[in-house]
């Protein structure tokens, strides 16, 4: 299968695949495609098969707000191409995940490659998902092939060594390898607390490995944007 994103910062994935091969999304994510794409909806990957699978699926689509269901298009009997637009302004990056497994924020998954399975993803420290700003339950992309992830405003990548932290504000980490740990540091000084501007925590990652950060997280979007709208009666 061949892709490119185009048109950012309103972008859109377009994937051409040959003959056979097929491609998976959440439900509601095609934007257009040729007539040759087929499409099936079944039960999206992960969490094992038969009625325990199904449970678990279901139950992961309760603590993600995603839902159970994927949607599976293939080309038959010939070339296809299928489009993906985003949904918020920004960016899609891909990752391969028989390189490393990513851990991103729920809002971001987009498609993937069939060999891709995505799985819960719980912190380790539970205030660092209550406070940290980037949720307790995120999502893990594991297996073999390629994701396809959404990202909020543009895009900036740290390698970060072991031991290497960055501190992050809500809502800024869009993405991160499996190998890095997350953890909530808190703003020292009261004054800084009160004033600053910042809340009271940080996100501290954690090396080693790679992260992703987003430029326009949604709710600084709707922040700025929220005195201009006009609500009626």
């Avoid at 040959?18 to 909806?41: I, L």
Wanted: a negative charge; proline letters at 4%; glycine letters at 14%.
């Amino acid at each position: 299968m061949q892709y490119e994103v185009k048109n950012a910062p309103l972008p859109v994935l377009i994937c051409r695949l040959e003959a056979g091969e097929a491609v998976e999304c959440q439900k509601g994510a095609m934007s257009w495609m040729t007539p040759t794409m087929q499409m099936q909806t079944n039960l999206g990957s992960g969490g094992g098969a038969g009625l325990l699978g199904a449970l678990g699926k279901m139950a992961k689509s309760a603590v993600t707000g995603e839902s159970i269901f994927r949607n599976t298009y293939s080309a038959a009997g010939g070339p296809g191409e299928i489009a993906f637009a985003s949904t918020f302004p920004g960016d899609i990056i891909c990752f391969d995940t028989s390189a490393q497994p990513i851990v991103a924020q729920k809002s971001a998954y987009l498609a993937n490659t069939i060999g891709v399975n995505m799985e819960i993803f719980f912190q380790k420290k539970i205030g660092a998902g209550l406070f940290g700003g980037e949720g307790f339950i995120m999502q893990k992309f594991t297996g073999k092939g390629m994701v396809f992830l959404e990202i909020n405003g543009g895009i900036v990548e740290y390698n970060l060594a072991p031991g290497q932290s960055m501190l992050i504000d809500t809502g800024y980490l869009a993405a991160m390898e499996a190998t890095c740990s997350m953890d909530i540091e808190t703003v020292k000084g009261v004054g800084n607390v009160l004033l600053g501007g910042e809340g009271l925590f940080n996100t501290k990652v954690t090396g080693p490995g790679r992260i992703w950060l987003q430029t326009m997280p949604a709710n600084i979007l709707a922040n700025a944007i929220q005195p201009y709208i006009v609500t009626g009666s």
